[in-house]
C-alpha cells in the first residue's frame, strides 16, 4: 500500500496524462484498500493459486531433562498449513555444519491446521554456539519459511572465574552456594593470560586490572588509584552505613541494616546515581557500568566487615551472578525477522569484528561502545560475527521469515480506496490509442510546416 500511494503521489506531479497499472498475484500480506489518490488505476493479477505450509515461529531453549539429569536443548517450532486438504509433513533438526539429524518428527497437518512441534537433543560440548536449522518438508510454493534457524544455547551452567590471592574468601563461599555456577579460580596475574570465556562474570579481589577479560566485573577491595573510571581514595575508619539503592537488581530482596565495616575506600563517583551503598561521608559501593557491560565497585574487604555474616550478603552475590546470567542469555545473537537490524553485545575493547551472512561477502563493522550494529538482514539465515581482540570470539544472529501473514500466499481481492479513486479495478487493462497517434500527426504536420518555411 505504501508503494503504490508513493507512486501515485509521483504520478500526480508530473501531471499530463495519468494511469496506474498494479501487476500483483493477489497474495499481499495485507488487507487494507490501496489508496492510489485519484489517479485512474488498473489491477492485472499474474501467476496461477498456491498452497503453502510452513514454520511460523521458533523458540531454542535449554534445560536439565527431568529424567537423565543430563543438558537438553529444546526447540519449539509451530508450523501452519493453508492446503485445501492434510498433508503428511516431516519436521528435522540438523546442527550447522553437521549433516546427519539430531531430532525429527512426522505430523498429520490438516486443512488450515496449526501445530506446534518439540525437537530434543542433548548437546555436546562443542555444539554450544553453533546454529540450528529446522526443516520442513516436502517442500512447497515458498521455500524460504520451509526451514527456520536457531542457535544452540550456552550451558546453563553460568562461568565465574574468582581472581583473587587469597587461600579462602568469603566471595568463593558465597559463589560456591550456587549449584547454577561453574567457578574457575585464578590469580589477577592470570586474568591477561588464561583464556576466559567471553560471558563469564569476572570477579577480582584486592586488585584492579586494567584490562579484564569476560563479560560483567564485581571488583571487591581494590587499591587506590582509578578503577574503572571510579577514583579510589584513601581508608575511611569505621564508616557508617546510611542508605543503599534498593531499586538497583543488584541490591534487590535485601537490607543492610545492621551491617557494620571496619574501614572502606572512599570511592568517587562522576554522579550521584552510580553510588550503590553510601555512608554519611562516601560512597562504599559503586557503579561503574559501560554499555554492554555491568561493573560494580565494592570499596572494603568483606573479611572485615560483618556483611558475610548476614543472608544479605548471600543474596547480593547471587543477584550479582543472576544478572550476569541474563547478560549472557541477551548478548548471545536470538532469532530477529528478516528485514530488521541487530544488535551484538562484544567484549569491552574490542574495535571492529567481521560480519558474515547468507549470500554476502565478508566485510568489516565498526563497534561503537560494545555493540554492533548489523545491517539489515535481508535473506533468512544464519549470520556470523566474529573478533580477534582483545580476545578471540565470536557470535550468531539467526534471521528467520517465520510470519503467518507472508506464508499466506492464497489471493485475495484487491480493494482500491474507493475514496481516494473514481476508477474500479479491472482485471486488464485496455489501452486507447487514438490520443497516442493524434500526437505523432501532429508532430509529422509540424515538421512539414517547417520544413516548408
Same mark, same amino acid.
Given at each position: 500500500?505504501?508503494?503504490?500511494?508513493?507512486?501515485?503521489?509521483?504520478? &500526480?506531479?508530473?501531471?499530463? &496524462?495519468?494511469?496506474?497499472?498494479?501487476?500483483?498475484?493477489?497474495?499481499?500480506?495485507?488487507?487494507?484498500?490501496?489508496?492510489?489518490?485519484?489517479?485512474?488505476?488498473?489491477?492485472?493479477?499474474? =501467476?496461477?493459486?498456491?498452497? #503453502?505450509?510452513?514454520?511460523?515461529?521458533?523458540?531454542?531453549?535449554?534445560?536439565?531433562?527431568?529424567?537423565?539429569?543430563?543438558?537438553?536443548?529444546?526447540?519449539?517450532?509451530?508450523?501452519?498449513?493453508?492446503?485445501?486438504?492434510?498433508?503428511?509433513?516431516?519436521?528435522?533438526?540438523?546442527?550447522?555444519?553437521?549433516?546427519?539429524?539430531?531430532?525429527?518428527?512426522?505430523?498429520?497437518?490438516?486443512?488450515?491446521?496449526?501445530?506446534?512441534?518439540?525437537?530434543?537433543?542433548?548437546?555436546?560440548?562443542?555444539?554450544?554456539?553453533?546454529?540450528?536449522?529446522?526443516?520442513?518438508?516436502?517442500?512447497?510454493?515458498?521455500?524460504?519459511?520451509?526451514?527456520?534457524?536457531?542457535?544452540?544455547?550456552?550451558?546453563?551452567?553460568?562461568?565465574?572465574?574468582?581472581?583473587?590471592?587469597?587461600?579462602?574468601?568469603?566471595?568463593?563461599?558465597?559463589?560456591?552456594?550456587?549449584?547454577?555456577?561453574?567457578?574457575?579460580?585464578?590469580?589477577?596475574?592470570?586474568?591477561?593470560?588464561? #583464556? /576466559?570465556?567471553?560471558?563469564?562474570?569476572?570477579?577480582?579481589?584486592?586488585?584492579?586490572?586494567?584490562?579484564?577479560?569476560?563479560?560483567?566485573?564485581?571488583?571487591?577491595?581494590?587499591?587506590?588509584?582509578?578503577?574503572?573510571?571510579?577514583?579510589?581514595?584513601?581508608?575511611?575508619?569505621?564508616?557508617?552505613?546510611?542508605?543503599?539503592?534498593?531499586?538497583?537488581?543488584?541490591?534487590?530482596?535485601?537490607?543492610?541494616?545492621?551491617?557494620?565495616?571496619?574501614?572502606?575506600?572512599?570511592?568517587?563517583?562522576?554522579?550521584?546515581?552510580?553510588?550503590?551503598?553510601?555512608?554519611?561521608?562516601?560512597?562504599?559501593?559503586?557503579?561503574?557500568?559501560?554499555?554492554?557491560?555491568?561493573?560494580?565497585?565494592?570499596?572494603?574487604?568483606?573479611?572485615?566487615?560483618?556483611?558475610?555474616?548476614?543472608?544479605?550478603?548471600?543474596?547480593?552475590?547471587?543477584?550479582?551472578?543472576?544478572?550476569?546470567?541474563?547478560?549472557?542469555?541477551? =548478548? !548471545? =545473537?536470538?532469532?530477529? &525477522?528478516?528485514?530488521?537490524?541487530?544488535?551484538?553485545?562484544?567484549?569491552?575493547?574490542?574495535?571492529?569484528?567481521?560480519?558474515?551472512?547468507?549470500?554476502?561477502?565478508?566485510?568489516?563493522?565498526?563497534?561503537?561502545?560494545?555493540?554492533?550494529?548489523?545491517?539489515?538482514?535481508?535473506?533468512?539465515?544464519?549470520?556470523?560475527?566474529?573478533? #580477534?581482540?582483545?580476545? /578471540?570470539?565470536?557470535?550468531?544472529?539467526?534471521? #528467520?521469515?517465520?510470519?503467518?501473514?507472508?506464508?499466506?500466499?492464497?489471493?485475495?481481492?484487491? !480493494?482500491?480506496?474507493?475514496?481516494?479513486?473514481?476508477?474500479?479495478?479491472?482485471?486488464?487493462?485496455?489501452?486507447?490509442?487514438?490520443?497516442?497517434?493524434?500526437?505523432?500527426?501532429?508532430?509529422?504536420?509540424?515538421?512539414?510546416?517547417?520544413?516548408?518555411?
Amino acid at each position: 500500500s505504501a508503494a503504490v500511494a508513493l507512486a501515485a503521489d509521483r504520478l &500526480r506531479s508530473l501531471g499530463g &496524462r495519468q494511469r496506474l497499472v498494479i501487476i500483483t498475484d493477489g497474495a499481499l500480506a495485507h488487507d487494507e484498500p490501496l489508496a492510489v489518490a485519484g489517479i485512474p488505476t488498473d489491477v492485472l493479477t499474474v =501467476g496461477d493459486d498456491a498452497e #503453502n505450509a510452513g514454520i511460523v515461529r521458533i523458540d531454542v531453549r535449554s534445560g536439565i531433562d527431568a529424567t537423565s539429569h543430563r543438558e537438553q536443548v529444546q526447540v519449539f517450532a509451530m508450523l501452519q498449513s493453508w492446503d485445501s486438504r492434510p498433508r503428511d509433513a516431516y519436521v528435522t533438526l540438523t546442527i550447522e555444519g553437521h549433516t546427519e539429524l539430531v531430532a525429527s518428527r512426522r505430523l498429520l497437518l490438516g486443512p488450515g491446521d496449526k501445530q506446534p512441534v518439540v525437537l530434543t537433543f542433548e548437546p555436546k560440548p562443542e555444539d554450544h554456539g553453533l546454529g540450528l536449522v529446522v526443516r520442513l518438508s516436502p517442500g512447497d510454493a515458498e521455500p524460504v519459511d520451509d526451514v527456520a534457524y536457531g542457535r544452540v544455547p550456552a550451558p546453563p551452567r553460568m562461568p565465574v572465574v574468582l581472581a583473587t590471592d587469597a587461600a579462602t574468601s568469603w566471595t568463593t563461599r558465597a559463589v560456591e552456594a550456587d549449584p547454577e555456577v561453574d567457578l574457575q579460580r585464578l590469580t589477577p596475574g592470570q586474568l591477561a593470560t588464561v #583464556n /576466559v570465556d567471553p560471558d563469564a562474570l569476572v570477579i577480582v579481589e584486592g586488585a584492579c586490572p586494567a584490562d579484564v577479560p569476560g563479560g560483567d566485573v564485581l571488583v571487591i577491595a581494590p587499591p587506590a588509584g582509578s578503577c574503572f573510571g571510579v577514583d579510589v581514595g584513601a581508608a575511611v575508619d569505621d564508616p557508617q552505613l546510611t542508605s543503599w539503592d534498593s531499586a538497583d537488581p543488584r541490591l534487590r530482596f535485601l537490607t543492610l541494616d545492621g551491617v557494620h565495616l571496619a574501614r572502606s575506600r572512599a570511592l568517587q563517583t562522576r554522579g550521584a546515581s552510580a553510588g550503590l551503598v553510601r555512608s554519611s561521608a562516601t560512597t562504599l559501593v559503586a557503579d561503574a557500568s559501560v554499555p554492554g557491560r555491568t561493573i560494580t565497585v565494592v570499596g572494603f574487604d568483606v573479611g572485615e566487615s560483618d556483611w558475610p555474616l548476614k543472608a544479605s550478603f548471600v543474596l547480593f552475590v547471587r543477584n550479582v551472578v543472576e544478572l550476569a546470567r541474563t547478560h549472557r542469555l541477551s =548478548g !548471545a =545473537g536470538g532469532p530477529v &525477522r528478516t528485514g530488521d537490524s541487530a544488535r551484538v553485545h562484544v567484549p569491552a575493547g574490542t574495535a571492529r569484528v567481521t560480519f558474515q551472512g547468507p549470500g554476502l561477502p565478508e566485510r568489516e563493522i565498526t563497534v561503537k561502545d560494545g555493540i554492533v550494529t548489523l545491517p539489515t538482514l535481508e535473506r533468512a539465515g544464519l549470520y556470523h560475527v566474529t573478533w #580477534n581482540e582483545p580476545h /578471540v570470539g565470536s557470535a550468531l544472529v539467526a534471521a #528467520n521469515l517465520t510470519s503467518p501473514a507472508e506464508s499466506d500466499v492464497r489471493p485475495r481481492k484487491i !480493494a482500491i480506496d474507493s475514496a481516494a479513486s473514481s476508477a474500479a479495478a479491472r482485471p486488464a487493462p485496455t489501452i486507447d490509442t487514438r490520443d497516442e497517434w493524434m500526437r505523432w500527426l501532429v508532430a509529422l504536420a509540424a515538421l512539414a510546416l517547417a520544413l516548408d518555411v
